[in-house]
């Protein structure tokens, strides 16, 4: 299969808001966070990565991702 990066790109988004969705269903995830909140989030996370010391990466996936759980 010869995809291009728009291509796989876009894929791959499917496939994550496919996964979403359905952790939302479960009730793994807040009901409440779209998946633009999501992109967002995830665009904000990645450009304090790249500021910040390596150290920092696994403090703010971290927060992220227990941020997106349940209550």
């Known amino acids: 299969m010869d995809l291009r990066p728009n291509e796989v790109a876009r894929e791959a988004g499917v496939g994550v808001a496919t996964v979403y969705r359905r952790a939302q269903a479960s009730g793994a995830v807040r009901p409440d966070i779209s998946m633009a909140h999501?992109?967002?989030?995830?665009?904000?996370?990645?450009?304090?990565?790249?500021?910040?010391?390596?150290?920092?990466?696994?403090?703010?996936?971290?927060?992220?991702?227990?941020?997106?759980?349940?209550?």
């Open 38 to 71: 999501v992109r967002h989030l995830v665009c904000g996370i990645e450009h304090a990565i790249r500021l910040g010391p390596p150290e920092d990466r696994d403090v703010l996936a971290d927060t992220l991702v227990t941020g997106l759980r349940a209550r």
